[in-house]
């Protein structure tokens, strides 16, 4: 009897598994985009703040490099 029971038990477990999953699935896939696309924002917005900041600093050398030419 004891068998039967847990037998019966574990499948009743699976099959509530497999009713769950679909809807977990799209779940998971539509945070996995979420926070994919929140990255990618932040990234971006980073990305063109160094820019900019690595174009000022290129700007400065090659300002200061026309200058020590100019003087020699």
């Known amino acids: 009897m004891i068998n039967v029971k847990r037998q019966v038990f574990l499948s009743v477990g699976r099959a ?3 009713l769950r999953r ?14 994919i696309a929140v990255i990618s924002i932040v990234a971006i917005s980073v990305l063109l703040n160094v820019g900019s900041a690595v174009r000022s600093i ?15």
Not at 22 to 35: F, H, K, M, S, W
């Open 16 to 18: 509530n598994v497999r």
């Open 22 to 35: 679909p809807y977990c699935r799209g779940q998971t896939l539509v945070e996995y985009a979420l926070i």
């Open 58 to 72: 290129y700007t400065m050398v090659d300002s200061q490099l026309i200058i020590s030419s100019a003087n020699q």
